[in-house]
């Protein structure tokens, strides 16, 4: 069992920045891949950044590339997601997860297996 708490959410203006962490308990997690995901009403959910229990490595869906930055740390069981240059396309409920997948699957929804309760970040124009 790992669980997961995400902070960082609130609202901001366009062109302004967040950074939204994820705070694990329970398993191990720096054996853990972690992934960012969000959702807007009405949409599917969909896939941010992502980062393997090495942090050797990250993947970002095209929107977020240049902007956003996924990192972790470890030592205190937490990652990370910077977000820089917010937009209003930017806005939704983001949600943290973790897997044990192999890292070619971090991009898939369906590859997680504990996800957090998820933070709203509201980007006004």
């Known amino acids: 069992q790992v669980h997961l708490v995400e902070s960082g959410g609130g609202l901001v203006q366009a062109g302004g920045s967040l950074r939204l962490s994820c705070a694990a308990s329970?398993?191990?997690?720096?054996?853990?891949?972690a992934g960012w995901f969000r959702q807007a009403p009405g949409k599917e959910r969909e896939f941010v950044a992502a980062i393997p229990w090495s942090g050797d490595s990250t993947a970002y869906v095209d929107s977020v590339k240049g902007r956003f930055t996924i990192s972790r740390d470890n030592a205190k069981n937490t990652v990370y997601l910077q977000m820089n240059s917010l937009n209003p396309e930017d806005t939704a409920v983001y949600y943290c997860?973790?897997?044990?997948?192999?890292?070619?699957?971090?991009?898939?929804?369906?590859?997680?297996?504990?996800w957090g309760q998820g933070t709203q970040v509201t980007v006004s124009s």
């Open positions: 329970g398993r191990t997690f720096s054996m853990y891949n």
């Open positions: 997860a973790v897997t044990q997948s192999w890292a070619g699957r971090l991009k898939e929804v369906g590859a997680y297996d504990y």
